[in-house]
């Protein structure tokens, strides 16, 4: 059974750091095959939106918001997805998911193209 559970959010000020992890466990292999490990994150009345993704084959992708600020890697030896975002702002304000799904292919990072998903965790960024 996947298993994604998420860790780290909470509440910064505008310019503020915060680093989430995601624990993963029940993907066989998943270091060794083609896995796809990703950050959503969804806004109060806003739909659900990739973040970054990483594929265990070594490619990354950010989305242009956030390029430059935040940093997605994926650390086999602790089956951990990590996401360190810096030089936050209000609009990074949300409910970030850790998801995953397998293949080769991680683009486009659409919702409906994951298979598995963490419970989520909150960030609040205030000004």
């Known amino acids: 059974q996947v298993q994604l559970v998420e860790s780290g959010g909470g509440s910064v000020q505008t310019g503020g750091s915060l680093s989430l992890s995601c624990a993963i466990s029940g993907l066989s292999g998943y270091t060794s095959s083609a896995y796809c490990m990703a950050w959503f994150r969804q806004a109060p009345g806003k739909e659900r939106e990739g973040v970054a993704v990483v594929s265990t084959l070594g490619s990354i992708k950010y989305t242009d918001s956030v390029k430059g600020r935040f940093t997605i890697s994926l650390d086999g030896g602790k089956a951990t997805l990590l996401l360190q975002m810096n030089s936050l702002q209000p609009e990074d304000t949300a409910m970030y998911y850790c998801?995953?799904?397998?293949?080769?292919?991680?683009?486009?990072?659409?919702?409906?193209?994951?298979?598995?998903w963490g419970q989520g965790t909150h960030v609040t960024v205030s000004s």
């Open positions: 998801a995953a799904r397998g293949g080769y292919w991680c683009l486009p990072q659409l919702p409906q193209n994951f298979a598995y």
